[in-house]
């Protein structure tokens, strides 16, 4: 038997979910309340629901400071958001709370029903709009590169001068002349408001150009 408390302000959701669990095979729901401040006065350390289903736009309390206290209180509930907030910072404040599930309010009855089971098996249930959203916040972010004012050309010509070439070394790295080579040496100090082939060499390698 799986025991279930739903905390909804919404009379008409609040009691469709506890109708509908109460009407399932191995499922329970006796703790059913609009507010964390009701739920807590008829919580009882020897008898206490597996899962709570929670609300985040509660009167009173918050669905998120709640969750807080419930963990604190009692750490061995397992708490499912049940909300229409999708942004990735109430996401985060939930998981941070002690969420381990998030479903969507749109989410059908019997979806919730088995991210129920999901979760009493060892899963954390998510609407699949939240599951891309907590996918996206914890993947690494990419390293810029940063700007170069340079062009091809010359970042190849700075190439060749970190490697230690001469002009006409460039130039037949690059198969261009040296003139060539020295039109792109002066766009390059130029760009970078250097006067030597030294700076533009640290400027390199300390990942500047």
């Known amino acids: 038997m799986i025991f279930v408390g739903i905390v909804e302000d919404d009379d008409q959701i609040r009691k469709s979910i506890q109708d509908f669990l109460n009407r399932q095979n191995g499922f329970r729901c006796d703790w059913a309340f609009n507010s964390i401040e009701s739920l807590l006065l008829h919580l009882r350390a020897e008898s206490l629901p597996q899962v709570l289903i929670m609300d985040l736009g509660l009167p009173g309390m918050s669905g998120i400071d709640g969750m807080k206290l419930i963990k604190q209180k009692y750490p061995q509930i397992d708490l499912v958001v049940f909300s229409v907030y ?124």
Not at 88 to 101: M, V
Not at 140 to 157: D, F, Q, T, V, Y
Request: net charge positive.
């Open 86 to 209: 999708n942004d990735p910072q109430k996401i985060f404040d939930s998981l941070c709370a002690g969420a381990t599930g998030y479903l969507l309010k749109n989410t059908p009855l019997d979806e919730i029903k088995s991210g129920i089971e999901l979760l009493v098996s060892g899963g954390s249930p998510m609407s699949p709009q939240i599951a891309r959203k907590v996918i996206e916040f914890f993947a690494p972010r990419g390293k810029r590169e940063p700007a170069s004012p340079l062009s091809a050309k010359e970042k190849e010509i700075v190439v060749g001068l970190v490697d230690g070439l001469s002009y006409k070394l460039i130039a037949d790295r690059l198969n261009i002349s040296i003139e060539t080579v020295r039109f792109h040496i002066k766009s390059i100090y130029r760009k970078l408001h250097v006067h030597g082939k030294a700076e533009v060499i640290s400027k390199s390698l300390r990942g500047e150009i």
